[in-house]
C-alpha cells in the first residue's frame, strides 16, 4: 500500500470530497485508510453506574484508499506515489510523480 500512517492527504470522493487531513490508521488487508477529520461516526454510550453521565462520542470511521490522495509537501498538490529503488543503499523510496522528490 503506498499510503503510510502521518501522511497527509486529501479526500477526492465522497461526502468530506476536498478535505485535507492525517492518516490515523492503515488498514492494508481491507484496502481502507482512517482520516483525522473525515467520515466521521457518532456512537452513543450509556451510563455504566448510577453515578455517570452518558457520553456521546465522534470517531473517523475507515474510508477507501481509492477516494484518497497523498499531499507532497514540496510542491503542496495531491499527488500519484511512484517508487524509485536505490541498489547502492538497498532501499526502495516513495517519490511524487509530478516534482520527482522523495517522499519520506
Not at 479526500?11 to 484496502?31: C, F, R, T
Not at 477516494?67 to 514540496?74: A, D, E, F, G
Request: proline share 6%; glycine share 6%.
Amino acid at each position: 500500500m503506498k499510503i503510510k500512517t502521518n501522511d497527509t492527504v486529501k479526500i477526492i470522493a465522497g461526502k468530506d470530497k476536498g478535505k485535507e487531513g492525517k492518516v490515523l490508521q492503515v488498514l492494508p488487508k481491507m484496502n481502507r485508510v482512517s482520516v483525522e477529520g473525515v467520515n466521521l461516526l457518532t456512537k452513543y454510550l450509556k451510563p455504566s453506574n448510577k453515578n455517570q453521565k452518558g457520553q456521546k462520542i465522534q470517531f473517523p470511521s475507515p474510508i477507501d484508499v481509492s477516494s484518497v490522495k497523498v499531499i507532497c509537501p514540496n510542491c503542496s498538490k495531491p499527488i500519484r506515489i511512484g517508487y524509485k529503488v536505490d541498489k547502492e543503499k538497498n532501499s526502495k523510496d516513495r517519490v511524487c510523480s509530478k516534482c520527482k522528490s522523495i517522499i519520506q
